[in-house]
């Protein structure tokens, strides 16, 4: 798809932007204690090597539980997000079966019937833990195509919450909506949406959202409730949900307040404010810091010196 790889949610979604840069070592309730140096302070970052399922971005041989887990300690698990909760014994929810599947089989043939169908989804056990499961599938719940439940939409596809009501997007529990258009044909992301099912208690899921392209820090470039933030792992930038996540909180399952991007590696993403290399939208101890990341360099995330 060109650029149509992970977002915010990404890898924000989504992105190894400090995998090889010391990530800063405390925060102050949720906030970053610093500000701005100009362009003579700047460092290039490099983004590192996508993160696999099994080595997390801090090189740990295992990946870490899933928070939605209840203390389950299963070999293999979790492989990508961990709000897909994929381990070993489980199907993978990216598996639209169009090639073979990298967990257990759920997706059924093209060819079958309608009512034979079956793809991956999220579900939740008697424990309260999130595990994907093999479940009822419709092949035309495509992308964008109206639904009300999991069960409308086609393998690989799950019912989430948009703007417009629930609609079919497809799965991105690997981080990345490489090669995966939108229902136009135009580029997507990798961002978190909420399932639209009650017995899921509206779980957010990675799924695999249409860009709206956007300036950083720019005024009236998003609607009232969304902000603009990087969205791809080669920077390309989009409108995104705002959240209550603040500067060093997790990002994972919560979108980052105005004016912040979500980056790092699936189950470790935080918030990072953005500010402009030659500005002063850093606090003081802190430097405006840009990268390969950012496709303007002019732009970068507050970082303490």
């Known amino acids: 798809m060109g650029r149509h790889t992970t977002g915010n949610l990404l890898?924000?979604?989504?992105?190894?932007?400090?995998?090889?840069?010391?990530?800063?070592?405390?925060?102050?309730?949720?906030?970053?204690?610093?500000a701005c140096g100009g362009s003579e302070g700047r460092s290039s970052f490099r983004a590192s090597e996508p993160t696999t399922f099994e080595q997390g971005a801090s090189g740990a041989e295992s990946p870490p539980r899933s928070p939605n887990d209840s203390g389950s300690s299963e070999k293999g698990?979790?492989?990508?997000?961990?709000?897909?909760?994929?381990?070993?014994?489980?199907?993978?929810?990216?598996?639209?079966g169009t090639s073979p599947p990298s967990g257990v089989a759920c997706a059924t043939d093209p060819n079958?019937?309608?009512s034979e169908h079956q793809g991956c989804r999220i579900?939740?056990?008697?424990?309260?833990?999130?595990?994907?499961k093999c479940d009822k599938a419709d092949p035309r719940g495509v992308?964008?195509?109206?639904?009300?439940?999991?069960?409308?939409?086609?393998?690989?596809?799950?019912?989430?919450?948009s703007e417009k009501g629930a609609v079919c997007r497809r799965y991105c529990c690997s981080g990345s909506c490489a090669s995966q258009p939108s229902q136009n044909g135009g580029p997507t992301f990798c961002d978190i949406r909420k399932l639209v099912d009650p017995a899921l208690d509206q779980h957010p899921a990675p799924v695999c959202m249409p860009i709206k392209t956007c300036k950083l820090l720019r005024d009236g470039e998003c609607v009232d409730k969304e902000t603009c933030?990087?969205?791809?792992?080669?920077?390309?930038?989009?409108?995104?949900?705002?959240?209550?996540?603040?500067?060093?909180?997790?990002c994972?399952?919560?979108?980052?307040?105005?004016?912040?991007?979500?980056?790092?590696?699936?189950?470790?993403?935080?918030?990072?404010?953005?500010?402009?290399?030659?500005?002063?939208?850093?606090?003081?101890?802190?430097?405006?810091?840009?990268?390969?990341?950012?496709?303007?360099?002019?732009f970068g995330v507050c970082k303490e010196d």
């Open 77 to 96: 698990a979790d492989r990508g997000s961990p709000l897909c909760g994929v381990g070993a014994t489980y199907c993978t929810p990216d598996d639209d």
């Open 143 to 161: 992308d964008g195509v109206s639904c009300s439940s999991g069960s409308d939409c086609a393998p690989g596809f799950d019912c989430v919450e």
């Open 11 to 34: 890898r924000s979604t989504l992105f190894d932007f400090f995998s090889r840069v010391a990530l800063p070592s405390a925060f102050a309730g949720g906030v970053l204690l610093a």
């Open 252 to 298: 994972d399952q919560e979108h980052c307040d105005s004016g912040l991007t979500c980056l790092g590696s699936p189950g470790d993403r935080r918030c990072y404010k953005l500010c402009r290399v030659d500005g002063a939208d850093c606090a003081p101890m802190q430097t405006c810091t840009t990268g390969a990341i950012f496709q303007d360099t002019t």
């Open 229 to 250: 933030a990087i969205v791809t792992d080669t920077g390309d930038t989009g409108c995104v949900p705002k959240g209550n996540a603040k500067v060093g909180q997790l």
């Open 123 to 132: 579900g939740k056990k008697p424990n309260g833990a999130f595990r994907p």
């Open 112 to 114: 079958a019937d309608v």
